[in-house]
């Protein structure tokens, strides 16, 4: 189906990201992550630099996930049963997953490690 407006278009986008947040529980724990990152972003003031490492991390590992997710679905459609080549689409479409949540856990410990660092020996005055 076609989208007929540019609105259209956002509404299906925003019901696609709806449907993987009610019914996907990894998109929810990547959600709460993104939460808990902007949070502590916002608590260490983090400058404008940092903030578009995080931005770009958190985008890639989301739309891996929704990728995934989509990726799944379509899988399942085409076959109920068990299939090598339908696990190996599966496999290949997680491993995308981890690859992105690692990459982007890896830009969160080089971009909150000097704050945090700061942070403690600020408290502890070493």
């Not at 259209?8 to 959600?31: L, P």
């Not at 983090?46 to 995080?54: I, R, S, V």
């Not at 958190?58 to 068990?82: H, P, Q, S, W």
Request: glycine share 6%.
């Amino acid at each position: 189906m076609k989208s007929r407006t540019l609105r259209d278009s956002f509404k299906y986008a925003g019901q696609g990201i709806k449907e993987a947040f009610v019914s996907e529980r990894n998109f929810k724990i990547h959600c709460f992550a993104t939460l808990l990152v902007c949070i502590f972003g916002f608590f260490f003031r983090l400058p404008l630099e940092k903030w578009l490492a995080l931005i770009f991390a958190i985008g890639f590992v989301l739309v891996c996930e929704l990728v995934n997710t989509a990726g799944e679905v379509l899988v399942d459609m085409i076959t109920k049963e068990y299939s090598a080549e339908a696990k190996k689409v599966k496999d290949l479409l997680a491993g995308a997953v981890l690859i992105s949540a690692v990459t982007a856990f890896v830009a969160g410990i080089l971009v909150f490690i000097e704050p945090v660092v700061k942070f403690i020996t600020d408290i502890f005055h070493f």
